[in-house]
């Protein structure tokens, strides 16, 4: 892979996609150094105090809608990419809904967890997210009492968060059911009540003792199915889907040398051969996150993103509200008929902000970074270098030259090309419009 | 805004353009129509069809159990519907109601998903084939590739496993205002320029298995629908009054879509929020109650439009639930549950066996009943499908009057 487009690769996966002018810094930089600095995020000042100072003021926790705002401003316009794109990793893995849990201020909470932890060892982010009042409500973890064991989250943190399916018998839900017990939300906080834990001796997963909660956490954390579940779908979320043995086996070394350290396996990952292959290149259907805040991105200018929350809740991903336990599908999942129609729908959307200063603008200039396009050609050619890699299959890119042909105005004639205003504000948007619609710039 | 004659004269460009099967066909106007109805997250059958006379229903749920004042009796005294089911209970006794007790999985799975994709695929393996029941269903019929819209998933969620064919992806959509392309406001002008290349870059017919020819076949699906359903469905105006909620505005679609004559066979439409760990009597009322009230809707429409004789509306959910209420008022992943067949050319009443609360399954009301039966008498008495090659050998019992 040529070193822009490996480093374009790097930054739609372990990031939300490149700004303009980011390549050329990033470049600068080299790949090495790049994903040194994605991964120890602390060298680099996130730029988001101004938003957070708006927590509590004009940004109110406990409107889910503000928690969404939030998230996607700093999805935006962090220069934390890999932070942002680790935590939304892990709201998929761990999956929570506000339909459910109905308290915004939790889910918050609970998301500020995957940004803390989301890069440190597994074992210790379980443990937290076990604890966290989004999760013990959500799967009914606070209402599981000795005399009534209610068995939802010990039988999901094994299904969908650990092990994996095939893993754990019926048996091993129950004792894991009663190893919970007493684990519970007071004033919004976890509390142990001991009163309703059973501490008599439980067998899980071959292991037996009067254990609680956190030994259940514990054994499944340590467990080696889990270190294949999680390096399998960080493989197949940052790198692509269905790696073999061999693929996997970098990541599971990592895993077992560093007792589970997320960020070690990513380094892993991000450096491999694999990472850079030509058949992990285009292979991710973006999500509609990923759709919408790399376009977003890259085109520049300041857009209000309350506004585009319920954009991405109709392409079929509303934060903070998974359609499961499961998180979101994803894959071929994102493509339906009616997704594809929002996806155009938020390209048109997106491509015609155009606010002044102050307002939601996009700036499509901003993809020519300072340097005029002297010709249709050379639009063409630039823009399909910025949004798509330079790649683009010969009868699409003839298409959008015959699209770029069309004259504006229906009974005139094409006239001499001239980049100006009314071009920017017709045509170049417009084509803008069509690149966010092609099925390459669906692909990640 | 765009017309609806420069969208299509936009497709048609690249010979996308669909040929409507419909419009205008008698045999197309008198197309029987299936909409399935998930109850998603595992809807308790035990308070929805209520065994009111059995001491220990009430024993096992101190504080879920429904009162007699929350119940609606039926003729044979020892069973009643949810009271929030007031309008199913009214067509109930006109006959048009079946109630499927003890309806379920052969072998009980508490996993939402792999219940959910055992329903939806109709295979006890769900993972080998994820083609779902009625996709590969509507595949019997000669012209399937061709009509993408002989079957519709309808709400944001996208397109339903049960609808996924084993060739043609079948859309989904969630308004009629979103299936379609549309320009600039600024630029209305741009419009036909726009979609012929929406069109153009989405035509490469080339299957190779990669996302980029997924995608493609997808949006060619999408663009030759949108031209379709812009002809079909501009004259419905709905004749009733509809339930002001999600599940409502999905029913007032297919009922718009029907109207259209489309040539749509099967819907498949999704109510979520059945998963009642906490809090259950409220949470169960408020959806027994939307579901009940959209469909009871979504027939006095179809009746005003002149086609609810050839409208039948079935429901499932994943499983039921435990029979021995948890501590927070609520109940975990059971077994057997219900399932109703609506319509009024439904024979009307109980079918399979009432739920014996003595004979539990590792404290569940087990599935008396499989749950391919039921597909396979709609499949056989309703479609006219032959529903072997669907779903095995389960036989079909009789749930439709004759003729």
């Known amino acids: ?444 | 805004m765009l017309t609806r004659r420069e969208l299509i004269q936009g497709t048609a460009a690249t010979g996308l353009a669909l040929s409507l099967p419909g419009t205008g066909l008698g045999a197309v106007e008198r197309q029987r129509v299936l909409v399935v109805v998930q109850l998603a997250g595992g809807n308790d059958g035990l308070n929805t069809v209520v065994p009111l006379t059995d001491p220990r229903y009430r024993v096992a749920r101190p504080s879920v159990a429904l009162s007699q004042a929350e119940v609606l009796p039926l003729p044979r005294g020892d069973l009643g519907f949810h009271a929030s089911l007031a309008r199913l209970h009214a067509l109930f006794a006109q006959g048009q109601v079946a109630v499927i007790q003890g309806v379920g999985l052969p072998k009980p799975d508490r996993s939402h998903f792999e219940s959910t994709a055992i329903w939806q695929t109709a295979r006890l393996e769900p993972h080998r084939d994820p083609s779902g029941w009625l996709g590969r269903a509507l595949e019997q019929r000669a012209d399937a590739v061709r009509q993408p819209l002989m079957a519709l998933g309808i709400g944001p969620a996208g397109s339903s496993p049960t609808l996924v064919g084993t060739r043609a992806p079948y859309p989904s959509l969630s308004s009629l205002d979103a299936f379609a392309v549309q320009p600039d406001r600024r630029f209305p002008q741009d419009g036909p320029a726009l979609n012929r290349a929406v069109a153009a870059v989405n035509a490469d017919p080339r299957e190779d298995g990669s996302p980029a020819a997924y995608i493609r076949r997808v949006a060619r699906t999408a663009l030759g629908a949108s031209a379709a359903l812009a002809d079909a469905t501009h004259d419905y105006r709905s004749m009733v009054e509809y339930p002001k909620n999600g599940f409502a505005d999905q029913l007032r679609l297919v009922a718009q879509l029907c109207s259209g004559a489309l040539g749509t066979l099967a819907f498949h439409v999704t109510l979520g929020g059945f998963d009642t760990h906490a809090n259950q009597k409220r949470q169960q009322a408020t959806l027994l109650q939307q579901l009940a009230e959209g469909v009871a809707a979504l027939f006095e429409d179809a009746a005003a439009h002149g086609f609810a004789d050839r409208l039948v509306v079935m429901t499932y959910s994943e499983f039921g639930r435990r029979v021995k209420e948890n501590a927070s008022g609520g109940t975990d992943h059971g077994s057997g549950s219900v399932s109703f067949v609506i319509g009024p050319a439904v024979q009307g009443g109980l079918y399979g066996k009432p739920p014996d609360l003595g004979t539990l399954a590792d404290g569940d009301v087990p599935a008396t009943l499989d749950f391919r039966a039921v597909y396979a008498s709609v499949l056989q008495g309703w479609l006219g499908f032959k529903p072997g090659p669907v779903v095995g050998n389960t036989p079909p019992f009789q749930l439709f009057r004759a003729g």
């Open chain 1, 1 to 444: 892979m040529d070193p822009s487009k490996r480093m374009a690769h790097l930054l739609r996966r372990a990031g939300f996609g490149l700004a303009p002018r980011e390549l050329e810094q990033r470049l600068a930089s080299g790949f090495e150094r790049t994903v040194a600095d994605l991964l120890e995020f602390q060298g680099t000042d996130d730029g988001l105090q101004n938003l957070d100072q708006l927590v509590g003021g004009i940004l109110d926790f406990n409107a889910i809608e503000d928690v969404r705002t939030w998230w996607v401003y700093r999805m935006v316009h962090t220069r934390r990419p890999l932070v942002e794109k680790v935590a939304f990793f892990w709201h998929g893995h761990f999956a929570t809904s506000i339909g459910k849990v109905g308290n915004a201020t939790w889910m918050a909470q609970q998301n500020q967890i995957f940004r803390e932890h989301g890069l440190g060892r597994f074992g210790e982010l379980l443990q937290r997210v076990a604890r966290d009042p989004a999760m013990l409500n959500y799967l009914d973890g606070a209402s599981n009492r000795k005399a009534s064991p209610n068995e939802n989250f010990a039988r999901e943190v094994m299904e969908l968060f650990t092990v994996g399916l095939g893993h754990y018998s019926e048996t091993d839900v129950r004792e894991a059911a009663r190893a919970f017990t007493g684990w519970q939300l007071r004033d919004g906080a976890f509390t142990f009540v001991a009163a309703d834990h059973d501490d008599g001796n439980k067998t899980f997963l071959g292991h037996t003792g009067r254990l609680d909660g956190s030994d259940v956490l514990r054994i499944l954390a340590e467990h080696p199915e889990t270190a294949k579940h999680v390096c399998q779908k960080l493989f197949a979320f940052f790198a692509y889907d269905g790696p073999d043995a061999k693929a996997l086996q970098p990541l599971l070394r990592t895993w077992n040398e560093t007792g589970g350290s997320i960020r070690e396996v990513l380094r892993t990952l991000f450096v491999s051969d694999a990472f850079s292959s030509a058949r992990a290149w285009r292979a991710k259907i973006k999500s509609p996150a990923e759709y919408a805040i790399g376009s977003i991105r890259a085109l520049g200018g300041t857009v209000t993103p309350r506004a585009m929350v319920p954009l991405m809740a109709r392409m079929g991903q509303d934060l903070f509200n998974p359609p499961s336990v499961k998180g979101w599908d994803g894959g071929t999942a994102w493509i339906s008929t009616s997704s594809l129609f929002e996806r155009f729908n938020f390209a048109a959307t997106l491509t015609a902000q155009r606010g002044g200063e102050g307002t939601s603008h996009v700036d499509p200039e901003a993809i020519f970074e300072g340097m005029q396009p002297t010709s249709l050609a050379d639009v063409l050619d630039r823009t399909v270098a910025k949004l798509l890699d330079g790649e683009l299959p010969a009868d699409s890119r003839a298409a959008l030259r015959s699209y770029l042909d069309v004259p504006d105005d229906p009974k005139g004639k094409p006239a001499a090309f001239v980049f100006d205003r009314r071009f920017v504000d017709g045509k170049l948007r417009g084509l803008i419009h069509l690149v966010l619609s092609t099925p390459e710039y669906q692909l990640s």
